[in-house]
Nanobody, 128 residues
């Protein structure tokens, strides 16, 4: 059974940093497209960052230069380092995996429909 468990969320002031983690289990980790999404109240779920088998990364424009997605295959863990946080980054953050694709499509990685498995989410709140 595929499981994704996020952690690392919390409350910080604007300009602060957080590192989110997502521990995966139930499948052979490493050769998949994985991503971080976020969803704020009343808004659609948004793709934030994606990473593939070769550690190629993609980011939504609003987080470029501030967030870094990475993975540790030995620990089956996906990370999201978030720096220079802004109040508009406040949201529930989810990790997701597409078990059918070793590489992330340059457009489809941002679509929630691409991913068949999701974690339960971790809340990030940034105050001004």
């Amino acid at each position: 059974q595929v499981q994704l468990v996020e952690s690392g969320g919390g409350s910080v002031q604007a300009g602060g940093s957080l590192r989110l983690s997502c521990v995966a289990s139930g499948y052979t980790y490493s050769r998949q497209c994985m991503a971080w999404f976020r969803q704020a109240p009343g808004k659609e779920r948004e793709g934030v960052a994606g990473i593939d088998t070769d550690a190629n990364t993609s980011y939504v424009d609003s987080v470029k230069g501030r967030f870094v997605i990475s993975k540790d295959n030995a620990k089956s863990t996906l990370y999201l380092q978030m720096n220079s946080l802004k109040p508009e980054d406040t949201a529930m953050y989810y990790c997701a995996v597409d078990l059918l694709s070793a590489y992330c499509n340059r457009w489809l990685w941002r679509s929630p429909r691409t991913y068949g498995h999701w974690g339960q989410g971790t809340q990030v709140t940034v105050s001004s």
